[in-house]
């Protein structure tokens, strides 16, 4: 981030990070949901076809924000997700301080991933 803050005093500000574990089916299979602030909650989801199923996942992840460093931190246990030998992430950040016009960002291209990562 250029500028990850603990408080916003107008408006909030959230990201959506899609995990594509399966080569075969198209878009994210798990879907991370967050807060850009403190205190702020986030949720690990199954996704099928842009949807989400089922409730909030209960696997070990976690979210970390460092503000001082403008970074978030996202992990989650190998199994959360299913074991994949490789993964992919789109990312896509929502600022909403001002509600006229909203901030959308995208990791790249929009509704694009990056390339494939296999475990070592």
Avoid: N
Wanted: aromatic fraction near 8%.
């Amino acid at each position: 981030f250029t500028d990850l803050r603990r408080r916003f005093d107008e408006g909030s500000a959230g990201l959506m990070i899609g995990l594509d574990v399966d080569r075969d089916r198209r878009g994210a299979d798990y879907r991370l949901s967050t807060g850009l602030q403190a205190g702020t909650d986030y949720q690990l989801l199954q996704v099928r076809r842009g949807r989400v199923v089922g409730e909030p996942l209960t696997c070990a992840h976690r979210v970390r924000l460092r503000f001082v460093r403008d970074l978030l931190v996202f992990r989650a246990a190998r199994g959360c997700i299913g074991t994949p030998d490789s993964v992919r992430i789109g990312v896509k950040m929502r600022d909403a301080r001002d509600g006229s016009r909203p901030v959308v960002d995208w990791l790249g291209a929009p509704r694009s991933f990056t390339d494939w990562v296999e475990s070592a």
